[in-house]
């Protein structure tokens, strides 16, 4: 009996970073926490909030790092 041909699994596509919290890892904000808030061209980002307060700043996706999504409960230490 022949064995069925094994399916290619095609790249999903990447997920979005809107409205995701980002760690800035160069330039002068380096190690801070911003939230995207909007999507400038495919490889820029405008983000701000959290740990930039007012401040609203434009970022190439190479820049920063996105935070993990997690369902988990924090455990107490």
């Known amino acids: 009996m022949p ?3 094994a399916q290619v699994d095609l790249p999903s596509p990447p997920a979005s970073l809107l409205g995701r ?3 800035i890892k160069r330039g002068p904000y380096q190690g801070r926490k911003a939230k995207v ?3 400038v061209n ?5 983000i701000g909030g959290e740990d930039l307060g007012e401040h ?3 970022v190439k996706r190479d ?3 996105a935070g993990r999504r997690s369902n988990r409960k924090k455990r107490a230490k």
């Open 63 to 65: 820049q920063i790092i």
């Open 42 to 46: 495919p490889d820029s980002y405008q």
């Open 21 to 23: 919290c980002v760690y």
């Open 37 to 39: 808030l909007r999507q």
């Open 3 to 5: 064995l069925p041909k």
């Open 56 to 58: 609203l700043i434009m």
